[in-house]
């Protein structure tokens, strides 16, 4: 008897995944910083001017913090200004997450939008609520599904098989993964989270997206970004993977003690900020 041609794939889908030696490196100037960061003799200046060695990174970098991800008053021109302003971490960040995003395929551009979308709504809402590390949970807006680039890069055929699983049974992007693969980007996130040694305060975002409620250590920052996630969905603002806008979870408004009358302030913010990223699309 003939194994299903389906379930074949699945099974040789999954050996690949499990199998998957290549993941990305973390970008050489990212682990620099990062040791530079860890010593305290390291001034603002040492890594602006690490930093800016590479003239299209750096470019890139103050893009991005002029953007309408921060809404600064007045313009960054420097690197070691965006540090002073930002924060290394916030900055790492974006440095982090320019050159990831370098990787993305043309065709991936809509998940660059819908990244740079989560990470401004991720943004807003930490404002809202008061949060002092707002700049911090927008990186991990904009991290939350590299799971999807990892799958990309490594798999283009198993890639492919689930973006046909979306548009014949109308599936979540996750579910069509499962389906496929046996598990999701979230899972794939997390083995390179821990690949790149990230935070746990970006990890679990990147992990738990898509359940909030199992978050542990951050929560908080998870459920931002599960429920920038969805509104970005709903705005149309760039492409997760499908075109449907999943429910969101009790559980998130819950740990962020938000109401109903919150979510209206939050879209009349978020709205001029989505307009106004749209110069960042063309970053790739």
Sequence with gaps: MTADPDISDRIQARKEVRRIKNLPT??????????????????VA????LISQDQVLSAKVLRMANSAFFGMSRKISSISQ?????GFEVVKGLVLTSSVFDMIQKSMAGLWEHSIGCAAASGVIASHLGRE?????????????????????NMPDEMSLVRKKVE???????????????????????????HWNLPESLAEPMRLHHKP?????????????????????????GNGGDDMVPDMSPAAWEILGLRKVDFLPILEQLEPKLNSLKDLTALN
């Design 213 to 237: 409620e199992k978050a542990v250590l951050k929560p908080e920052w998870t459920a931002i970004v599960h429920i920038a996630d969805i509104i970005v969905r709903a705005k149309g603002f």
């Design 46 to 49: 040492d890594v602006g001017r």
């Design 168 to 194: 014949e049974e109308d599936l979540y992007f996750y579910e069509a993964e499962a389906k496929v693969l046996d598990f999701d980007h979230a899972e794939i996130g997390q083995w390179l989270a821990e």
């Design 82 to 86: 965006a540090l002073i302003i930002l």
């Design 26 to 43: 973390v970008p050489g100037i990212v682990a620099k910083i990062s040791r530079m960061v860890e010593n305290p003799d390291t001034s």
């Design 133 to 153: 590390d707002a700049e911090e949970v927008l990186v991990a807006g904009l991290l939350h599904d590299l799971g999807k680039v990892v799958l990309a890069l």
